[in-house]
């Protein structure tokens, strides 16, 4: 053996919390449905079982299953990780416990019992269950998910169910015989079959390790690299695994037939490996190799196993679940007839060959549903299918006939193609195997029933098994290399065990020697025996286990003995589950049992172990009762374990080991001490190991335990054995009973000379004044830790340093400061003694004693030792960094030395200002211990660069960055001293001041601002609604429930809304005019002479008036609710009813149109409902969640509801969600041929997938165009309006692609002839425009640049459809459709303008969009002669007009000049009445073009609220309603309907322009419209102006309109100018082309939210626009909540101050941040500054602290009243501070000043912003008020005071220029500073002779002078000048101290007060100057 077991002989510890073990799962199952079902069994026929629920699965007569539930029951423990909150570090138990069919994982901690997390009930026994984390790539990030999961392996399946409630089925294609977690997924083990000799080549096996990367995977062969050859499959039946683990990724195998075990790296195969596997696999050899051979790769899709099932054994003709399956044949000798059933052996032809393409389509069915849900796709089966049956080994009851001579029904050849080899994922590479053991077989291991990873106390980590036959464990030790992918195995101990367990948590593992006794190892060293108290008494054993009798009693009656007796004889041949992984048959409990009682006197004792968790661990005793026990950990105490890990960290690992080992002995003796003790514990036993006496010692005497425990009665109460040792005597000796008993009879001379030595301590002489004591106090020098004492010592001080800067921490550096002085004084380190009585004056001077040690000793230990002779001290080092001085690296040690480290990297950082001090330069500032050797000397001293400085922000956001990402909180931040912490929270501060927006949440943390914390949390308004909705609704009371949610507007946030608009109800008024629900008034007055029944025909013709604008409104309300409302998942979506009934006043008599008394169309409603549908799914915002199950759960039972369905799906298309409907319901939906669900489908999924270019959505559009099939397809008959939709969802998808083929479609499609027999001749308009507008959209804004499409001639194409001409021959495919001409239309040769026109000119226009294309303009201009303009409709010109101006994008000004300028010449001058002008033709005209002028307008500022642009349209509308009212002349001659559109077209356009802004004026206009409704208003003009309506209140106010290319050509389609007559028309334009607006829909309104209150609240935004070529770079100041530009116009978006917290967006870095923000509800999160309130309660700003002072004419805190700070600051701790310590209460009365001086701290932090400094300000005001009363007990406090100062005195020598970014900015410092000069000059004037015989190195004084000459030492940093005190001797003058001073590196302003000290001490007498006058 290499290693040498080192061992402390015959010690023992005591095991803890004792208690006894059963599996809760146990319990679990006994109340478990399943149990009940038991009962069952007998009384139901196997069929009907089989047939019956999941629950009552397991088949077979009751006794046999009670025995298989006792006998199958196993268990496993791990350590919780999962479900509990990271705040609390609760030590939880993970249990998986399987019994018959059920698995149960049950949680359970200390603290708390345990319960069932998830329990599982399968079909069939469990084999074994597992806990597993499959990895998951994400797509979007590099970052993998991991999926928590259980996976239950049964005979043909494995279930996988993880814990976010995915659940997986997986079939298996062979029989498993285990199957292990790894770091990748599942490893699974292949059943070694007999069959397997039969199918097997021979020298070509099966494989049998196959891995399962994730549920929906397909299983892969793994193959594996053996040391030296190349790769191939693991196919060595030969080769059982034993072992997996994830970190490192390894596997241990056993090989069977050598006996030997290997040692295995897991990990990924490379591409040359898998290519080199599938190489070899593919030899064409005659015949293709074993693996690949088609029959095994045979698809075979149903899973055979099955037969296996208890219902398998049926008649030999019948399969259970038959489907047609085949197994494929050949030469091959994997063939194996699974089929042997059936009698007939016809070769079916299969379903399951599958082509490459299919197989394929199922693995990225298996991408896509991991993607989302599982529920997406069933499990891929094509792995299944490309097993063959022959993996499955023949059904137990089945018959064994192999036919070992196929026939090949198939020829192979014809299939070899058609299979795709399994490519193997992982790959095994052997890293080490055991040496194989020479002599004869019987000698050879057995497999390792045990294998585990432990690690020792020095971080050398192990794997061990544990090989039973030869009572061994194996511990193999192994070294991770450099490049951490390999391990380097180099060596291996063996230690006897019966048994053994790691126990992670405090390094070490139990080990169950052959003896029955447990033994405590950490490695391989041993540390001690383990006494399991009560283990070996004989009254533990029969008190304890009668009870236990009677409950395994319920489990086994006394009838059934005899079969459990039968069946336990067949136990050695099956593996024992109750024992883990043990092979070896051992008892079980309820045998056993029996046995036991019987003779009980034999003694318990321990059997093996299980289940270790952290430091618990089982003992399974030999009467099969389960103990739990824990073993104690290394130390308790934090101080403790720190020096521990400073001692492992310097010393060798064998020395180290030792004290770590005999440190564990003697703190977990048994009957071991309070926590207490612990410390006087670790020093003493630190103190003895070093050589020391310590009963001598007066300080480590009084150390000793406060209770005198007889340590005789501590050893016998729970000591077993009676033989003693040694170590008890050393044990009585070293006792502090023993030094009692010595002092009380013994009185010898050495006891007289320690009480003198007593005595002396309290004299002023030094030691040396008691010699006989010096003789005696000698160290050991042979002691094992004496070498090491100066490196020791080093390491603990620099722990000591560690200790002061953790506020939390420091009460521990006094305990250790003690030890410190003593190693300091012995190794005469007197730098050191002196910094340490300089930080504990009091404490110190209580300490004189020194022990001798040889000084030839003391140089030899040095030289080899770290220890440097200046004693580092932190604070000294951070305060001359503040000074700016140089200083030398600070030396700290990794790992245990963190704050240090941290600390002096900031100040480095931050006020040293190098930038890379975190980076490269990290060793300038510290210099790292390596592990027992010596820093590397380098004395360079490096002085500050004083080159090109970084600007102190910069640093202030660096260093704060980087302390994030050392994990350093707030939390930590306070625990620092604040002396220390002050420059860091300045740093905080200034970040806080100006953050970035695109810092990480813990940055924002750490600087304190809640407001952008909350914002890198992603949460929408709706989502909050809960935290939200609290606050006051702004919505009236509703008169009642029903009415509220019946109008479908119930989802605006009202609390948004009443932001924005509050000063009135117009959101209300948009509501009232928009519902559609309810009954419409319908008031028509009687005339006398009118009868009865034409009055009621008179009420219902006003009625069906009315109707018309009832009809329309659906299309409003669906922009005004747009994106509202989270759907709830279990509830269908709520559709308000569409309400076409009236009441009359007087009595509110019903009016109904179906009463048969006036005509009424037919269909009238059919577009109305589907409008209706639209509205309601257009509620739905796009981020919630919506599945394929719900959207087919919304479809209505009702036929007369499927119009409203296909409005419902066409709105889930334009807001995303039709993507997620599965592609079978879009095929389902299609099918059914209903005309408006084939419409909604079409537009929605193309508008889904937006210019994508989708193949899938192409061809589904394509079958309803039949220009895009293939002339010789069949006819198929769609309607026309499908046709319409589709040609447009082309356009949608191919949206700004240009692509080529289907631009020369739509080209000739534009033009297409009526055919003959009727088709194509109805409606023609609406088809030629939509494909014009798909032309359009497809080429969009592509210009002239159409790139391969110049010889179509598009312009001039369109240009000619647009003017008319010759009709060009057709051209390609669809030649022979248009042949023959049509038999009802007349066309002739010529184009029909009328026809094409309007399709060709929109385009033009959107080919050429904001192009500025003059030449194309020119074409569009209007004509400017008479004669020509009589031929052009005067409709046509409104489009021209638009499409030129959209053209000219840039040329459009809102000015009313601009509008007439596109008037032609003609028209504006003056008419000479000779000319025969058609007054008619002109007017129109006029109008027209005008409307089309003000349309593009609107287009150009849509969404831009823009003032000039809405006046400028606002003229106009209020101009043509002039005309409209004058029934003059001019309004005959343009006739109402021409008036009208053209007035339609102006409001609309001003609701684009004022889109989402609920502009007044627009409403107005809207609701004059909304009255008028008789006369020429039909159905579409009201469409038009609650159109209008809605985009004014676009999604509540949330949306508006964006002017992007995509935009536009939406806005094109929506509102086309030609609105429907009536409410079936759809001639000129499909209606459902009006809901396109949504696409042009963007959220710009940012909405502010107090993150405090989490309401919304106001606040003052900045927002700076680009400069562009009309304005220059402006800034305008905005109240949010408030709608924002278009993003690519802004530079930034700001928070302005005063009242909150600044925050700047810069988007000329990058959008994407604010447009997050935007799409999640614009919710932008705020903070109010403390001393502000919000605008709401203060819209002046008169009522803020700051105010207030102004307004008082005395200082600010005079007027501050503590009372209303609530009002001011939401910080609860200042509102505690101030009802605490500034309120005058009785006992605070005579304390005035103190409460002027807290209430004025308090006020200060307030108006200044930073709360956190309070603290420190009291903590200042505490330091010199000790100082000044002079009870001050360590010099801590003064010390923080400096560090204070010297940043003060840096800051004010930078210049005051930068105070507003300062901390500490007002006079309290001053004062403080001034208070503790005058303090210690006062001292100094007293006492300086004290300071002078401190200086020559005499005495110390007594403890009231000590602590103040301390106070003053550190105060004045007044370095150690026991030996410069010579240099300064000689001086006379100030000027000569000066130089000699200029070494010492005292400060001038101190050095000015020793002065006079100084001097006078070289003229021998003081100079009567008092300091001040220096």
């Known amino acids: 053996m290499s290693e040498v077991v080192y061992e402390e002989t015959a010690t023992m510890i005591a095991a803890g919390e004792l208690q006894s073990f059963v599996p809760f799962g146990r319990e679990h199952c006994r109340n478990h449905p399943n149990a009940f079902n038991l009962q069952l069994r007998e009384l139901q026929p196997a069929s009907e079982l089989w047939s019956s629920d999941g629950a009552a699965g397991l088949v077979g007569s009751l006794q046999e299953v009670s025995l298989q539930e006792r006998e199958k029951e196993c268990w496993q423990l791990r350590k919780g990780c999962m479900g509990v909150k990271e705040e609390e570090e609760v030590d939880f138990e993970d249990e998986l416990y399987t019994a018959g069919n059920v698995v149960v994982w049950s949680k359970g901690s200390r603290l708390q019992a345990s319960s069932v997390y998830k329990a599982f009930t399968v079909d069939s026994p469990v084999q074994q269950a597992l806990w597993c984390n499959f990895t998951i790539p994400d797509n979007d990030k590099d970052e993998e998910d991991v999926e ?248 137990p009851r089945g018959h064994h006939d192999v036919l070992s001579s196929p026939h090949s029904t198939i020829n192979e050849t014809i299939l070899m193609p058609e299979m795709e080899p399994i490519i193997p994922v992982l790959c095994m590479e052997q890293l080490w195997s055991e040496a194989i053991t020479a002599g004869s077989q019987r000698e050879m291991s057995s497999q390792a029933s045990k294998v585990f990873l432990t690690s020792d106390l020095c971080e050398n980590s192990y794997l061990c098994f544990l090989v039973e036959s030869h009572q061994q464990l194996r511990c193999v030790k192994f070294i991770e290399s450099n490049d951490t992918s390999q391990l380097i195995f ?3 101990t063996t230690i006897p065990a019966k048994d053994a367990e790691p126990l992670q948590t405090i390094d070490a593992m139990l080990v169950l020697e052959a003896c029955g006794s447990l033994v405590l190892y950490t490695g391989v060293t041993r540390v001690s025996k383990v006494f399991v108290p009560g283990l070996l008494s004989p009254t533990f054993g029969l008190t304890n286990h009668i009870p236990q009798l009677s409950t395994i009693d319920n489990y086994s009656t006394p009838a059934n003995m005899g079969s459990r007796l039968h069946f336990r004889l067949d136990e050695d041949f099956i593996p024992s589950p109750v024992t883990g992984m043990r092979d070896t048959p051992t008892k079980h409990q309820e045998s056993s049992f029996l046995e036991d009682y019987s003779h009980h006197q034999a003694t318990l004792c321990i059997q093996s172990l299980r289940d270790p968790v952290c430091n618990r661990v089982t003992l399974e005793l030999n009467s099969g009762t389960m103990l739990r026990i824990s073993v104690p950990e290394i130390a308790t105490s934090e101080l403790v374990s720190k020096c521990l890990q400073a001692i492992r960290f310097i010393l060798p690992k064998e020395a180290a080991m030792k004290v770590l080992v005999k440190w564990y002995n003697i703190y977990n003796a048994p009957g071991g001490l309070s926590v207490h003790a612990e410390w006087s514990l670790f020093v003493t036993c630190f103190m003895t190991l070093m050589g020391y006496n310590t009963e001598r010692l007066t300080w480590t005497q009084n150390l000793h335990f406060e209770v005198p425990l007889s340590p005789v009665i501590a050893a016998k109460k729970a000591r077993p054995s009676d033989g003693g040792s040694d170590e008890d005597w050393d044990y009585l000796l070293g006792s502090r009973y023993h030094h009692q008993t010595t002092s009380q009879s013994v009185c010898g001379a050495v006891k007289s000379s320690d009480s003198n030595n007593s005595v002396s301590s309290e004299t002023e002489d030094m030691p040396s004044a008691s010699p006989p004591s010096s003789a005696v106090l000698k160290l050991d020098s042979s002691a094992p830790l004496f070498p090491y004492i100066p490196s020791l010592f080093y390491v603990l001080h620099l722990l000591y340093q560690e200790l002061q800067l953790d506020e939390l921490q420091r009460a521990r550096a006094s305990s250790l400061v003690c030890l410190l002085q003593q190693l300091a004084r012995d190794l005469h380190l007197e730098e050191y003694v002196d910094l340490y009585w300089r930080d504990y004056p009091s404490l110190m001077s209580g300490f004189t004693e020194s022990c001798f040690i040889d000084q030839t000793l003391i140089d030899e230990m040095q030289r080899s030792s770290v220890l440097t002779p200046e004693p580092p001290c932190v604070f000294s080092w951070l305060s001359s960094c503040l000074r700016g001085e140089d200083r030398q690296p600070f030396p700290h040690l990794p790992g245990i030395c963190q704050r240090t480290r941290l600390l002096v990297l900031s100040y480095a950082l931050y006020v040293g200002g190098d930038e890379n001090a975190t980076s490269t330069d990290v060793s300038k500032y510290l210099v790292k211990l390596c592990a027992g050797q010596k820093p590397s000397t380098n004395d360079m001293q490096f002085r500050r660069e004083t080159t090109v400085k970084v600007s102190s922000n910069n640093l202030a956001v660096q260093l704060v960055v980087w302390l994030t990402s050392e994990g350093f909180t707030l939390k930590d931040l306070d625990s620092v001293p604040f002396g220390v912490a002050l420059p860091i929270r300045e740093a905080i501060y200034r970040c806080r001041e100006q953050p970035c927006s695109d810092w990480s949440e813990k940055v924002c943390l750490l600087i304190g601002r809640q407001d952008l914390t909350k914002q890198a949390h992603k949460t929408t308004l709706a989502k909050s609604k809960t935290s939200v909705s609290s606050g006051i609704s702004l919505e009236p009371p509703a008169s009642t429930e029903a009415d509220e ?26 509501r009232r005019l928009l519902q559609s629900s309810r009954p419409v008034r319908v008031s028509v007055v009687q005339l006398p002479e009118v009868s009865d029944h034409e009055y009621i025909e008179e009420k219902e013709n006003k009625l069906l008036q009315l109707c018309q604008r009832t009809m329309a409104l659906p299309v409003g309300r669906g922009l005004f609710t747009l994106f509202s409302y989270q759907p709830v998942l279990t509830e269908p979506l709520p559709v308000p009813k569409l309400n076409l009934t009236g009441r009359a006043p007087p009595r509110n008599t019903m009016v109904d149109l179906n009463s048969g008394n006036i005509d009424v169309p037919p269909n009238m409603t059919s577009w109305p409902s589907f409008h209706n549908g639209v509205a309601a799914g257009l509620k739905i915002a796009p981020a919630s969640q919506v599945d394929s199950a719900w959207i087919a759960y919304n479809k209505p039972k009702s036929p007369e509801l499927a119009n409203e369905y296909a409005g419902f799906l066409m709105a889930l298309g334009l807001n995303g969600h039709l993507t997620k409907l599965a592609t079978l319901n879009i095929h389902d939906y299609l099918t059914k041929g209903h005309e408006m669900t084939s419409i ?140 023959s001409p049509s038999y009802q239309i007349k066309e002739g040769d010529t184009i029909n303008v009328d026809v094409t026109c309007p399709g060709a000119t929109l385009a033009l226009a959107m080919i050429y969009l904001k192009t500025n294309n003059r030449s194309i303009a020119d074409w569009l201009k209007p004509p400017d002669t008479w004669f020509l303009l009589d031929f052009i409709k005067p409709e046509f010109l409104l489009l021209r007009t638009l499409a030129r101006c959209i053209i000219m994008w840039d040329e459009i000004l809102p000015n009313t000049e601009w509008v007439k300028s596109n008037i032609p010449q003609i028209m504006r001058g003056t008419f000479d009445p000779s000319e025969d002008i058609n007054m008619e033709t002109m007017t129109q005209a006029q109008d027209y073009i005008t409307a089309g002028a003000c349309m593009a307008l609107g287009l150009r500022f849509a969404g831009s609220a823009n003032s000039d642009a809405f006046d400028c349209l606002y003229e106009f509308a209020r101009n043509f309603m002039k005309i409209m009212s004058f029934a003059g002349t001019s309004a005959v001659q343009t006739g109402f309907y021409n008036l009208q559109t053209g007035l339609s077209m102006i409001l609309l356009a001003m609701s684009m322009v004022m889109a989402g802004t609920g502009n007044l004026k627009v409403l107005q206009l809207c609701r004059f419209f909304h009255k008028r409704t008789g ?59 009006r809901h396109l607006v949504v696409l042009a829909a963007e959220p710009r309104l940012l909405v502010p939210v107090d993150v405090d209150s989490l309401k919304p609240c106001y606040a003052l935004l900045e927002v700076t626009y680009k400069e562009t070529k009309w304005y220059e770079e402006t800034t305008v100041e905005l109240m949010a909540p408030t709608m924002l530009p278009e993003l690519h116009l802004l530079k930034r978006v700001k928070v302005k101050g005063p009242r909150y917290w600044e925050l700047s967006v810069d988007l000329s870095k990058e959008t994407q941040n604010l447009k997050s923000i935007l799409c999640r509800d614009g919710v932008l999160y705020v903070k109010l500054r403390a001393g502000q309130l919000p605008y709401k309660d203060d819209p002046q700003g008169w009522k803020s ?86 009870d001050l007990l360590q010099t801590f406090p003064l010390w923080q005071l400096r560090l204070v100062v010297d940043m003060w005195d840096g800051r ?55 602590v103040k000459l301390a106070s003053f030492l550190v105060y004045r940093s007044i370095p150690s000048l026991k030996d410069t005190l010579t240099q300064t001797e000689g001086c006379i003058s100030f000027g000569g101290l000066l130089s000699a001073s200029g070494q010492l590196g005292i400060p001038l302003r101190d050095l000015l007060r020793l002065a006079p000290v100084l001097l006078g001490s070289a003229s021998g007498s003081l100079p009567g100057l008092p300091p001040q006058a220096l």
């Open 148 to 395: 928590h999961t259980v996976c239950i392996v049964q005979s043909n399946c494995i279930n996988i169910h993880s814990v976010t409630g995915k659940d997986f089925l997986s079939p298996l294609p062979f029989q498993v015989s285990k199957a292990w977690a790894t770091k990748f997924g599942l490893l699974l083990e292949r059943k070694n079959t007999m069959t397997d000799a039969h199918l097997g080549v021979p020298g070509e096996p099966l494989p049998t390790v196959f891995s399962m990367l994730h549920p929906l995977d397909e299983i892969a062969p793994v193959v594996c690299k053996h040391t030296g050859s190349h790769v191939q499959y693991l196919s060595d039946c030969t080769m059982k695994i034993v072992f997996t683990c994830c970190q490192p990724s390894i596997v241990v195998s056993y090989d069977t037939l050598q006996g030997t075990h290997a040692v295995w790296a897991l990990r990924k195969v490379t591409n040359d490996e898998c290519s080199t596997v599938l190489r070899c696999s593919t030899e064409p050899a005659g015949r293709p190799l074993g693996l690949m051979s088609s029959s095994f790769l045979s698809p075979h899709l149903r899973n055979i196993s099955r037969l296996d099932s208890p219902g398998g054994n049926c008649a030999p003709g019948i399969v259970p679940g038959t489907g047609p399956s085949c197994t494929v044949g050949g030469s091959s000798p994997l063939y194996h007839n699974a089929l042997h059933r059936h009698q007939s052996r016809i070769m079916t032809s299969s379903p399951g060959l599958h082509s490459r393409v299919q197989s394929q389509n199922i693995s990225n069915m298996a991408a896509l549903s991991r993607a989302h849900s599982p529920g997406m796709a069933a499990p891929s089966f094509s792995g299944a299918a490309r097993f063959n049956a022959s993996f499955h080994s023949p059904s």
């Open 490 to 492: 180099p060596s291996v």
């Open 1045 to 1070: 949610e019946e109008d479908g507007m119930s989802d605006i946030i009202q609390e948004v809304t009443g932001l924005i608009w509050s000063q009135d109800l117009r959101v209300q008024e948009v």
């Open 1240 to 1379: 909604g489908l079409l537009l929605g999924v193309s508008s889904a997938k937006l210019g994508s270019m989708n193949m899938s959505v192409t061809r589904l559009l394509g079958i309803h165009i039949p220009a895009l099939l293939p002339p010789t397809s069949t006819e198929l008959d769609v309607p026309h309006n499908v046709e319409v939709a589709a040609v447009i969802g082309i356009g949608l998808v191919y949206q700004g692609t240009g692509h080529r083929h289907n631009a020369e479609v739509l080209l000739s499609e534009i033009g297409r002839p009526p055919g003959p027999e009727m088709e194509y001749c109805t409606d023609r308009e609406s088809y030629s425009l939509a494909a014009g507008l798909a032309l359009g959209m497809v080429c969009l804004g592509h210009g002239s640049n159409l790139i391969g499409m110049t010889d179509l001639n598009v312009p001039e194409q369109l240009y000619q459809y647009m003017v008319g001409g010759h009709r060009r021959a057709q051209a390609g495919a669809n030649r022979e459709r248009h042949k």
């Open 1575 to 1633: 006369g020429e208003m039909n159905y579409g003009f009201h469409m038009a102006h609650h159109m209008a309506l809605g985009m004014l209140f676009l999604g509540g106010g949330r949306y508006t309109l964006s002017t992007s290319n995509s935009a536009i050509a939406a806005l094109l389609c929506a509102l086309y100018p030609h609105f429907p007559a009536h409410s079936t028309d759809n001639r000129y334009h499909l209606q459902a082309l």
């Open 1745 to 1830: 602290l700051v105010a207030t002072t102004v307004s008082h004419r005395n200082s600010g805190f005079r007027a501050f009243k503590p009372e209303d700070i609530s009002t001011f600051t939401s910080e609860p701790a200042l509102i505690s501070f101030a009802e605490f310590f500034c309120k005058a209460t009785e006992e605070m009365k005579q304390r005035e000043d103190t409460l002027i001086l807290f209430s004025a701290m308090l006020y200060e932090c307030v108006t200044q912003e930073c709360p956190e400094m309070l603290p420190t300000y009291i903590a200042i005001e505490q330091a010199v008020g000790a100082l000044r009363r002079g």
């Open 1852 to 1906: 004010m020598m930078r210049g005051a220029t930068n105070h507003h970014d300062t901390l500490l900015t007002s006079m309290f410092l001053p004062v403080m500073k001034n208070s503790v000069d005058v303090i210690l000059d006062d001292w100094l004037r007293d006492n300086s002779s004290v300071v002078r015989s401190y200086m020559r190195g005499e005495a110390l004084p007594r403890d009231a002078l000590s």
